[in-house]
């Protein structure tokens, strides 16, 4: 089992940075992709990028590609989502998730989820 823990979430101007943090523990060994996803009121959770757990492989969805970047930190067990030129369309809970296996925007992929951060983009 792997436990993700999300944190960073919080209220920003639009145009503003923040960056999101996804602590793993457990077995992570047994995660070989890491993805980022996030869910707005009334929407279906969508996803908005992905890294392989060894680093690299980095695939965005087109909503936040050049804004959004992913990163991880082996030692730390920690995933990163840094997110530049935010605009009030981002608002979401974020979550982070895990899968066993190569995964890419399906949900489906990925066994073990975070709790989630609120990101609140103010205009």
């Known amino acids: 089992q792997v436990r993700l823990v999300e944190s960073g979430g919080g209220l920003v101007q639009a145009g503003g940075s923040l960056r999101l943090s996804c602590a793993a523990s457990?077995?992570?060994?047994?995660?070989?992709?890491m993805g980022w996803f996030r869910q707005a009121p009334g929407k279906e959770r969508e996803f908005v990028g992905r890294?392989?757990?060894?680093?690299?492989?980095?695939y965005y969805a087109d909503s936040v590609k050049g804004r959004f970047t992913i990163s991880i930190d082996n030692a730390k067990n920690t995933v990163y989502l840094q997110m530049s030129s935010l605009k009030p369309e981002d608002t979401a809970v974020y979550y982070c998730?895990?899968?066993?296996?190569?995964?890419?925007?399906?949900?489906?992929?990925?066994?073990?989820w975070g709790q989630g951060t609120q990101v609140t983009v103010s205009s």
């Open positions: 457990g077995r992570t060994s047994s995660t070989y992709t």
């Open positions: 998730a895990g899968a066993p296996g190569i995964a890419f925007g399906a949900r489906g992929q990925y066994a073990y």
């Open positions: 890294i392989r757990w060894s680093g690299g492989g980095t």
